[in-house]
Structure formats: C-alpha cells, structure tokens
C-alpha cells in the first residue's frame, strides 16, 4: 500500500548496481509484452462505444476480472520493491501491510459496502457521496482525488523510469515516454475495460516473475525452516520472523509501532480508508455484471492479496538469510555498499537466468503499468463525471450527450498522462516533491473513510454533517503532518509513546484525523435536518432493501466465501505468530 | 445491432505464456546444451529456466485452448 513508499522506496534506488545485460530472449519477453498490451487495446476499442463501455467497462465483468483487477491496480511495481526492503528491514512484520491491513477491509467493502456502491449505480466514490451528501463534499473529494491521483501517477512514473535505468541502463526519458504512451493508447482505445483487461494480464505476469525468486530462494535455504534458521545465525539479536510477539511495545520491533498502532490505526482506518474508499480500486469492482460479482471480486482478491507476501515479503526474508549486509540507503551512498532498498533487483539477478531476468523485468514493467492505467482511468471518470459534468450542468443549464462525454474521457485520459509526465519531471527536478506528494495523498484517505462509512451506514448524518466531517478530518491531518514537520518531539503525542519512529506518525495520524472526522460529522449532522429516508433509498443500510442471497446455495453466498477467506487469514496470523 | 462476441481475457494471457514457456524453454535448452556462464546465477545446475519455461507453456496451452474464441451464428 501506498503508505509506506516514503520511507522504504526513496529517490536514490539502486545506485549501486546493475542487472546482467539482457539477451535476446529477455529482450523478445519484454517487446512481446509491449505488443500485446497495445494489441489487446487496439482490438477492445470497437466495444468501446458508450461512456458505460469506456468508464465502467459496460458493467459486464465476471467476479474474478473485475477481483483481479482489483487487485492489480493496487499491486505496482514500487509496492513489490518497497514492501521486499521493506522485509529486510523489518523481516516478516512487513506482512502486516498484506493481512491485517488489507483482508478485513477488503471482506467488509465486499459484504458491508458493496451493496450500496452497486446498487446506487454510482459511477465513482465522489458519485457516491453527490447522491448521499450533495455537490459540495462531492467537489471537496473529487478535486482532490483527481488532482492527488495524476501527481501520484506521475511520481510513480520518475521511480520506475530511474529503477529501469540504473538497472537496465535505459535513458529516463525513454523509459518515461515508451511506458506512459503505451498506458494512454490503450487507456484511450479500450478504456477501462482495456485497462482492466490489461490488469488481469499484468497479474499473472507479476506472479509468474516474481515467483522464481521465492522458490529458488527457498530450495537454497532449505525451505522455511532452514530460512529461519539462517536469518536468527545471521542476525542472532534481531526479531525478524514474528508476526505479533513483538508487537507489545513501541521498542520491541524494530518498526517502532505498537498491537494497538496495527490494529486500530492500520488494520482498521487506513486499510479500510484506501481498500473500502479509493476510487481506483473500488472502480474495477463497479465494472461487475450484477451485485454477486461486485460482493464476490474483492473476496477474491482477498484470497489472492493473502498470498502475495510469498513474492514480495518472502524475497526480503530470503535477502535476511542469503545476503546479510545490506545497508540504508545513508549508510549505501556514503560508502557505495549496496542498499537493502535494492533487494528484489538483487534477488532477480542472483535466481534469474537467462528469459527468467526478462520475465521478471516485464513483471516490475507490468505492475508499473497496470498501477498507472489504474490512475489514469479513476482520474478520467472523476474529471468527467464528478468535476467537469456538474460545473457545466451548472453554469450551461443543460446537460451534454454521451457521445460528448465518451470524448471528454478520452481527452481526459490523454491530458491526464501528459500531466504525469510533467510531473514525473518535475520530481526530477525537485526531488522533495515526492515525499510531499505521498503525505498528500494520505491526508485524504482516512478522513475520506470516516464520512462514506457514516453515511452509509448511518442515516442520521446529513449532508452538512458530511462535508463539515471530510474538512476538518482533512485539515486537522495535514495540521499533524505540519505539526511533525516543524517539532518531530511531537510524534510522541501524536503517537502516544517516546519510542515512536515515523512508521507510528503516519498510523496514528490516520487514527486521530478519523475520529475527528466522525466526532464533527456526528456533532454537525445533529445540528441539521436529515433527509427522509424515502430520499437515502439505495444509500443508506436500514433505508435499503438489499437483494436476497436466500435462494443460492451456500457455497455461492458471497459471505460462505468471506468467512472462508477470514479463518485462513486467522490460521496464517497464528502460525506466524 | 448485434455486436461481435468478444475474446475472452484468458486467451490472451494463455496465448503469451505460451510464447513465453517456448521462448524461455528454448533458450534455456540451448544453454544446457551449449554451457555459458552466467555470472552470479545461482543454482544454476538446475536449469529451473527449462522447467519454468514448461510450466509456462502447459498453462498457456491450456487457457489458450479452454478459451479458444468460438464461432458464433
């Protein structure tokens, strides 16, 4: 998840080393790659012919498309390097970020939520909120979003570019440009049933790629046992594969967080702030054919997400045993060792054989990609129909066709690149920009959480209460980062303990700006008049009438399935413990 | 109007995994054959690039084929 690449994926990556020089084998790999990509965009776009076919994929996605791209959108190539330093930094903690912080969250969008974001027939979060709230808290989060999504596109696009050029000696701006034209042809063509289609592509190839570092790491360490065996003889002081144990204390983990930090601020507000509340992955779930598909794709991305700690977490743990000695990156630029931020790379170049190292590179390309398509088909549909749409209606008093609005995607789309191109190069020129840009983002997320989760869940709150809510959770927010910024001493309030390390202020900054959040929504929607419940038919649990599962058989009730899922995921907490 | 049925997603993936299994089994067969070194590759000995290359190519054969478009009236 995003909330971590400030600390683990900085601007200097790899700046030590480089790949063995690619074959003709590898090179093929990743040229068929790039064919296919363009291909598949080129043949969907004459399915694209509504502004539902070109934003909502025509609404036709089986469960496990749409699970998968779900998925995949989230799954970028900086979470995969980010999260395997991650693990050498922290070892098997990291793996927090994958159960904990995401399976409860994405269960209780598909249960909880999913009903409401279907049925609404909402096009977007921001359309969500328009229906429940009104225009204003709309506004507030669609510009937000949209503005946050394209910079964060465009950040990402830099750190892609600058890992394909130290490790594979391409120029920035080739990588940039080839990268970033190709998201937008087949974005324009096919939209976001290309995107989607390109996402469940792009997963398989992450699987497939990633997958040889784990398996062949653990043929050389003996398998799981013998991986322990060797990180506790390499490090006899550290705690490196314990999942809760040390988690007691600020001090007892080397992360410097505490249980209550995983759980309430982690586990709960931020995980179900991006998993339950961010427009680009909840997106794919819209594209379902009918609402058991919408319940059942974040089920099975759930299955899928438990899972990928074994290419991402596994190759830092692998790095634990088989390399000890990487460094910070500080300590790597002041003495030109190698960091453990260039762990995965390390990992490639050390199983990787020739076509394998072309596999594994079109991996770190394909997760780039479908991160970014993700980014640009949310921006696409948030600009069209929650920012541009309502200012015209507005000023023009009438409404445009689909026809228009289809265009305005496409052009949305484009512009959309050309703005993250521009700021991946502005990032190269400013490197600070991309640690604000990412504190950015997650100012918007928990507050964002607090206002869907009341008004759907509550039909008390009003829409004063809503926007008032969203304000002040994302200023008080920003406050607390500013806070942090000018008197780091703070931490210890906002984190409530004097061992807190940075990891701790983004956790419980989402905590404290979520409760405030809810405390003004509630205070303010007490003060107003609500709607009637007539008018949240559709919105609101207690307003609606959900469709019944009663006449399925069980084993096809999405919540058979979400209770499957969460027993295994308690299963893999106790047998990590 | 009646609009064209579309290819299913997982032809798609079948069709490059099985291009990619022949392209690495391929080339991984010709290093077993003809030995090079690959500096720092570890494990080399056991050709996992051959088997990797297989395991792609049977699950590409077998969305490639289960998926396969179909003729319609």
Redesign the interface.
């Known amino acids: 998840m995003l909330f971590c690449f400030a600390e683990t994926v900085p601007l200097v990556l790899f700046g030590s080393m480089a790949l063995?020089s690619l074959?003709?084998?590898d090179s093929?790999?990743i040229g068929?790659?790039f064919l296919?990509v363009l291909g598949?965009g080129y043949?969907?776009s004459?399915?694209t012919k509504t502004g539902e076919d070109f934003f909502l994929a025509g609404r036709k996605m089986t469960a496990w498309?749409a699970g998968l791209a779900f998925l995949s959108a989230n799954l970028g190539s900086l979470e995969l390097m980010g999260w395997a330093a991650s693990a050498y930094e922290y070892g098997i903690l990291a793996t927090q970020w994958y159960w904990v912080g995401a399976i409860p969250a994405m269960l209780f969008l598909a249960i909880v939520m999913m009903p409401f974001y279907y049925i609404s027939k909402t096009h977007s979060v921001p359309g969500y909120l328009k229906l429940r709230y009104g225009e204003s808290t709309s506004m507030l989060s669609a510009v937000s979003f949209a503005f946050m999504t394209v910079l964060m596109s465009g950040v990402n696009m830099f750190a892609m570019a600058l890992v394909m050029k130290v490790i594979l000696g391409w120029s920035i701006d080739f990588s940039i440009w080839v990268s970033s034209i190709t998201v937008m042809i087949y974005v324009v063509l096919g939209g976001l049933l290309s995107a989607?289609?390109n996402e469940?592509?792009q997963f398989?190839?992450i699987w497939?790629g990633a997958l040889?570092i784990p398996?062949?790491g653990l043929?050389?360490t003996g398998g799981w046992t013998g991986l322990v065996a060797r990180i506790h003889q390499n490090f006899p002081a550290g705690n490196y594969t314990h999942l809760w144990s040390t988690l007691g204390s600020f001090q007892a983990n080397p992360m410097g967080i505490n249980w209550i930090g995983i759980i309430f601020a982690q586990g709960f507000v931020l995980s179900f702030g991006y998993w339950a509340t961010d427009f680009l992955v909840v997106q794919r779930l819209l594209s379902a054919k009918d609402l058991r598909s919408a319940k059942m794709a974040p089920i099975i991305g759930a299955s899928f997400k438990m899972f990928i700690p074994f290419i991402v977490i596994l190759p830092g743990l692998i790095g634990l045993a088989?390399m000890p000695g990487l460094v910070g990156q500080a300590q790597a630029n002041a003495t030109g060792a190698y960091s453990y931020n260039e762990v995965l790379p390390l990992m490639l170049?050390?199983?990787?054989?020739?076509?394998?190292l072309g596999?594994g590179v079109t991996a770190l390309i394909a997760g780039f990609m479908s991160g970014m398509a993700g980014n640009v088909t949310a921006f696409s549909t948030v600009w069209t129909y929650d920012i541009y749409r309502p200012i015209h209606v507005r000023l023009a008093k009438k409404e445009r066709s689909d026809e228009y609005y289809l265009k305005m995607g496409r052009w949305s789309t484009i512009i959309g690149v050309f703005i993250s191109i521009g700021t991946a190069y502005l990032v190269m020129q400013f490197a600070s920009i991309m640690d604000y840009v990412q504190a950015l983002f997650s100012f918007f997320i928990a507050p964002l959480f607090g206002t869907v989760i009341l008004g759907m869940l509550w039909k008390r709150t009003t829409a004063a209460g809503g926007f008032w809510g969203l304000l002040a959770g994302t200023v008080s927010s920003i406050g607390m980062y500013v806070w942090t910024k000018i008197d780091p001493a703070s931490l210890r309030i906002i984190a409530l303990s004097k061992y807190a390390k940075p990891m701790a202020d983004d956790m419980y900054r989402g905590l404290w700006c979520w409760i405030i959040t809810v405390i003004v929504t509630i205070v303010v929607s007490y003060m107003t008049e609500p709607k009637t419940e007539a008018e949240l038919n559709g919105l609101v649990r207690g307003c609606t009438v959900l469709p019944s599962e009663g006449d399925l058989p069980v084993w096809k009730r999405p919540i058979f399935w979400a209770v499957i899922v969460f027993i295994v995921l308690v299963a893999l907490n106790i047998a990590f413990w | 109007m009646d609009r064209t049925e579309r290819i299913s997603v997982w032809f798609f993936i079948g069709l490059l995994l099985l291009m990619y299994g022949i392209i690495i089994a391929a080339q991984n067969v010709y290093d077993a054959v003809h030995p090079v070194s690959h500096t720092g590759v570890v494990l080399g000995y056991l050709h996992f690039g051959i088997w990797w290359g297989i395991l792609l190519i049977v699950i590409g054969s077998v969305y490639s084929v289960i998926f396969r478009p179909h003729k319609t009236s």
């Open positions: 063995p074959g003709w084998s093929l790999i068929l790659y296919f598949i043949y969907l004459k399915f498309v989607i289609f469940v592509l398989m190839l497939l040889v398996v062949l043929v050389e088989v170049a050390r199983y990787a054989g020739p076509g394998l596999l």
